[in-house]
T-cell receptor, first 114, second 108 residues
Framework: KAGVTQTPRYLIKTRGQQVTLSCSPI?????VSWYQQTPGQGLQFLFE???????NKGNFPGRFSGRQFSNSRSEMNVSTLELGDSALYLC?????????????FGPGTRLTVL | KNEVEQSPQNLTAQEGEFITINCSYS?????LHWLQQHPGGGIVSLFM?????KKHGRLIATINIQEKHSSLHITASHPRDSAVYIC??????????WGAGTKLIIKP
């Protein structure tokens, strides 16, 4: 079985631009969670999607949004990029809701905002 | 408020030593996840447990529900065990509450 894939792996943007990151979960997994990790910080939860519905949301501004498609693939969008958005963005998939299931993480997308 | 606290924040040990990383959690957390993040960024789920003890190779995870405490042990530690170890608690709102992580360095 293929693992969780994320595209692109690296991205450089400038302030004010917007960006869309993609995550393809393991086949059969219905939950996708997104996390932000900045240098020196732990994982910060962004949101979780399950069956195309946002089930949980972290404490991030509205510039961060996401969606999930019928094939469980998920996208995350960040609008009006700020320097502080530079981070490693990780997605994780699980069979059902993440809290009671093992999560499988993708390799991450490293976003640099200049 | 659901909270998960890890200790120590940083840990350096010699190869072969027995390692213990601790995780304390508040009321409302019903299961604990342990994960490992290597320097390259990749994260691997190690254990999920809600009671007792689990073992995988040289890794052992225990949880004490009454004391709201979980530990991750590494026996016969090796430099390749160097990583950040993260615990996360599941609460009744279907959320994962993340600890800050423990950075482990094993010196040869």
């Amino acid at each position: 079985k293929a693992g969780v894939t994320q595209t692109p792996r690296y991205l450089i943007k400038t302030r004010g631009q917007q960006v869309t990151l993609s995550c393809s979960p393991i086949s059969g997994h219905r939950s996708v969670s997104w996390y932000q990790q900045t240098p020196g910080q732990g994982l910060q939860f962004l949101f979780e999607y399950f069956s195309e519905t946002q089930r949980n949301k972290g404490n991030f501004p509205g510039r961060f949004s996401g969606r999930q498609f019928s094939n469980s693939r998920s996208e995350m969008n960040v609008s009006t990029l700020e320097l502080g958005d530079s981070a490693l963005y990780l997605c994780a998939s699980s069979l059902v809701l993440a809290n009671y299931n093992e999560q499988f993480f993708g390799p991450g997308t490293r976003l640099t905002v200049l | 408020k659901n909270e998960v606290e890890q200790s120590p924040q940083n840990l350096t040990a010699q190869e072969g030593e027995f390692i213990t990383i601790n995780c304390s959690y508040s009321v409302g957390i019903s299961a604990l996840h342990w994960l490992q993040q290597h320097p390259g960024g990749g994260i691997v789920s190690l254990f999920m447990l809600s009671s007792g003890k689990k073992k995988h190779g040289r890794l052992i995870a225990t949880i004490n529900i009454q004391e709201k405490h979980s530990s991750l042990h590494i026996t016969a530690s090796h430099p390749r065990d160097s990583a950040v170890y993260i615990c996360a608690g599941s609460n009744s709102n279907y959320q994962l509450i993340w600890g800050a992580g423990t950075k482990l360095i094993i010196k040869p």
